[in-house]
């Protein structure tokens, strides 16, 4: 059974950072494309960043509203993903999901809270 698990949540001020990380088991997290995503409530869910599996390039992809903020890595020994976050603002609020795709498979994380106060 593959399981997903993020943590490092928290709250931080504006300007500050954390790190998330999402601890794969049951597979092998290099061979999946991953993905963090966030939700606010009263908005869908949208996509933060995402990293191609190795076979698919690695590639990494940003929202815009973080880009040169947020940085999505992957430990493919410890089998975890990470997202470091710097100089959060009070939008980045919200629940912080890690994803895991392959061809039909796809696996969602239970989510990590993250609040930025101003």
């Known amino acids: 059974q593959v399981q997903l698990l993020e943590s490092g949540g928290g709250l931080v001020q504006a300007g500050g950072s954390l790190r998330l990380s999402c601890a794969a088991a049951g597979t092998r997290l290099s061979v999946f494309s991953m993905g963090w995503y966030r939700q606010t409530p009263g908005k869908q869910r949208e996509l933060v960043a995402t990293i191609d599996s190795i076979n698919n390039g690695a590639n990494i992809n940003y929202a815009d509203t973080v880009k040169g903020r947020f940085t999505i890595s992957r430990d493919n020994v410890a089998n975890t993903l990470y997202l470091q976050m710097y100089n959060l603002e009070p939008q980045d609020t919200g629940v912080y999901y890690c994803?895991?795709?392959?061809?039909?498979?796809?696996?969602w994380g239970h989510g990590a809270q993250v609040t930025v106060s101003s």
């Open positions: 994803r895991g795709t392959l061809g039909e498979y796809d696996f």
